[in-house]
């Protein structure tokens, strides 16, 4: 089991690497990690650990994969 600082440290750097809804795509992380039954993100979107709506869940998927604005995919292959 990691020590709460390695695991406070990993879920800082999890976070900043992610470009868009970071705070949704964390819900939806902590909510895969504490239920072993759920089998799809609307199941997830139920989780306690999910603290936001179903269509929260979904735009942030969605954000992993499409930039929202055409001048946020140059700032994205930069990696700022």
Known sequence: MLEPNKLAEFRTKLYTTLAFRRDALMDLIDALCSSTQSRSV????????????????????????????????????RGD
């Open 42 to 77: 609307v199941e997830l979107s139920v989780e306690p650990a999910f603290r936001r709506s179903y269509s929260s869940g979904h735009d942030a998927i969605d954000a992993l994969f499409t930039p929202s604005a055409p001048h946020l995919e140059m700032v994205r292959a």
